[in-house]
């Protein structure tokens, strides 16, 4: 029947353990003020400099709609700038001196969560994970 087919889809159970990898997350970061997807945000642009829009968008694996709602709380916070590029239509997402801070700040939480998740998933779920992570699926 289709209803129990749909129980063990690919689809349904990969939302199913990124929701639940972005709770656990997210409770840890709770402590420092910041969602994971802020921090994964923020310490990209710490990492890799000023990028264009759609380029952070394709590092992040985000739409770019969703990740221009994303910036929206960053900017307000003034933890990003964002400002025309070289073309006025592609914009430029940097990161400020105080989203520095709430990186480093934040760290600490992140390690934690991370290593919460290292144990719960064990050496071959991390590998699976990061396998499926690099393929290209399209």
């Known amino acids: 029947n289709a ?3 749909a129980r ?7 939302r199913q353990a ?4 972005t709770r656990l997350y997210d ?7 910041i969602r994971a997807t802020q921090f994964t945000i923020l310490s990209q642009l710490m990492l890799r ?7 952070l968008a394709g590092i992040l694996g985000m739409e770019r709609t969703t990740l221009t709602r994303n910036l929206t709380p960053l900017e307000e916070q ?9 073309d006025p239509r592609a914009r430029m997402i940097g990161i400020t001196g105080q989203g520095r801070n709430v990186v480093r700040r934040s760290f600490p939480y992140w390690s934690k969560a ?3 998740i290292g144990k719960l998933l064990g050496a071959d779920g991390q590998a699976a994970l990061k ?5 290209n699926l399209e």
């Open 131 to 135: 396998l499926l992570g690099s393929r």
């Open 3 to 5: 209803a129990a087919a």
């Open 18 to 21: 990124a929701r639940k990898i």
């Open 49 to 55: 400099g000023e990028l264009p829009i759609g380029k």
């Open 8 to 14: 063990g889809t690919a689809w349904l159970v990969s």
């Open 27 to 33: 409770s840890y970061m709770q402590e420092a003020g």
């Open 114 to 116: 991370q290593a919460h």
């Open 78 to 86: 003034k933890w990003i700038s964002i400002k025309a590029g070289d």
